[in-house]
């Protein structure tokens, strides 16, 4: 019997399985919003207030008319009478009238008659009161203005965003302390096979410990999902039936880590087609490493069969596993990760026809990024551990150059 039935290009893959996929998380909860980092918004967020919520100055200086400085300059500098210091945190105390300047600090409200600030550097404060201003403003000129920013009733952020630190501050300053977001969707991970034990165990001869379950875990929890454990399972069909239907019950998508063994991964796969229509999509990629991947759609979740090599495991995480989070999670928009481009430092060999994804170390040089070739053997994880990024040479390649720029897809933060 052959291992696999067809081999599939990975953006083929990718559509056919994201495509499958119409369900995203429904449920909704209100959270205070010091809480909402990294949450997707259940709903467009609109403004209450003004921000700012008042003429503020974005600079240390001085309030002024703008059309009192026309000409100043420091061979002729403009004298202006001191009108003494803004408050912080309450309203001025005086008015700007034409020839006066009051002293302001950054963030301080601007007084009534006055529409632009003098940098403090351009000014002196002479004895008798008055302040020499040495350069000429325009209206507006480091000032930012009531609802510059934000204006009541605007939409400030749309439904599917992930919060960043950003908006979470941005929020804040509009006094909205309670949001409503998406439920966190939840991932089950089961581990199979007959040689797979628990990390914390001494390994016997022809066993391995299991590190694909909690690298996988440690890659959907920044991408906002919540890896839940279903521990290892032996080599036995109905066993991981009974399991893979326990996880689809309780999870939003599903990873099957399968053992090393062809026979493993065929059972595998026979048993995700009977979890649900339409079941297996996809049974191996086209790509160098993690060819062995199952993508399949069971009761309407996710399913993904994953590579048992570690290596092969992580790279396909980052591919399908991530975005498929997003998805499910509600995210509008699920980019791809950030690339960099740099230069290859050593010639790579390709086999033409399949996508190759190659382990490389970014290097900082004058004439700006290197990109060094990390040759490995199969199942070496520390490999990957000392890799910066992968370089994706394409199924229409058989190689790249040295010399030549690439793009470099980021594996670190």
């Known amino acids: 019997m052959p291992e696999f039935i067809r081999l599939i290009q990975p953006d083929q893959a990718f559509k056919i399985w994201m495509g499958a996929v119409q369900n995203v998380i429904s449920d909704i909860e209100e959270i205070e919003t010091i809480h909402a980092l990294y949450r997707v918004t259940a709903n467009p967020v609109i403004s209450n207030d003004f921000l700012p919520a008042f003429d503020r100055a974005n600079v240390d200086g001085f309030a002024v008319r703008a059309m009192d400085t026309h000409g100043a300059s420091e061979s002729l500098p403009a004298y202006f009478k001191g ?28 007084p009534a008659g006055a529409d632009a600030v003098v940098m403090l550097e351009y000014t002196q404060s002479l004895q008798n009161g008055e302040i020499e201003v040495m350069k000429p403003v325009a209206a507006g000129e480091n000032v930012l203005f009531k609802g510059e920013d934000v204006k009541p009733g605007e939409e400030i952020i749309e439904a599917g965003v992930r919060l960043r630190p950003e908006e979470i501050g941005g929020l804040l300053a509009l006094g909205i302390t309670n949001i409503m977001v998406k439920r966190i969707p ?13 990390p914390g165990e001494t390994p016997k001869p022809g066993q391995v410990r299991d590190i694909n379950s909690y690298t996988l875990g440690t890659i959907i929890e920044p991408t906002g999902g919540t890896p839940v454990y279903y521990g290892i399972l032996p080599d036995v069909p109905d066993l991981l039936e009974k399991k893979l239907a326990e996880a689809l019950d309780c999870t939003d998508m599903v990873l099957v880590t399968a053992g090393s063994s062809a026979s493993s991964r065929d059972f595998t796969t026979n048993v995700i087609a ?25 009761q309407g979740k996710p399913v993904i069969g994953m590579p048992g090599n570690p290596v092969s495991a992580v790279v396909i995480a980052k591919l399908f596993v991530q975005p498929m989070v ?32 190659i382990p490389v170390r970014i290097i900082a040089s004058d004439e700006g990024y290197l990109a060094e070739p990390i040759f490995y053997k199969s199942n070496l994880i520390f490999t990957l551990a000392s890799a910066d990024g992968l370089l994706h040479i394409p199924a229409n390649a058989n190689g790249i150059a040295a010399d030549e720029f690439v793009d470099i897809l980021f594996l670190r933060d």
């Not at 939840?186 to 628990?198: A, M, N, Q, T």
């Not at 297996?280 to 086209?286: A, D, E, K, Y």
């Not at 086999?351 to 190759?356: F, H, I, K, M, S």
């Open 326 to 357: 997003k998805k499910i999670g509600g995210l509008s928009t699920f980019p791809h990760q950030l690339t960099l481009k740099a230069r290859l430092t050593a010639n790579i060999s390709s086999q033409a026809g399949r996508d190759d994804y």
């Open 186 to 198: 939840r991932v089950g991970i089961l581990s199979s096979g007959d040689e797979i034990i628990p």
């Open 274 to 298: 009977k979890m649900g229509k339409p079941g297996v999509l996809v049974h191996g990629i086209n790509i160098k490493p993690g060819k062995p991947t199952i993508l399949a759609v069971c």
């Open 83 to 110: 009108k003494g210091e803004v408050p912080m945190g309450s309203a001025p105390v005086f008015n700007i009238k034409e020839g006066e300047a009051g002293l302001i600090h950054t963030g301080g409200m601007i």
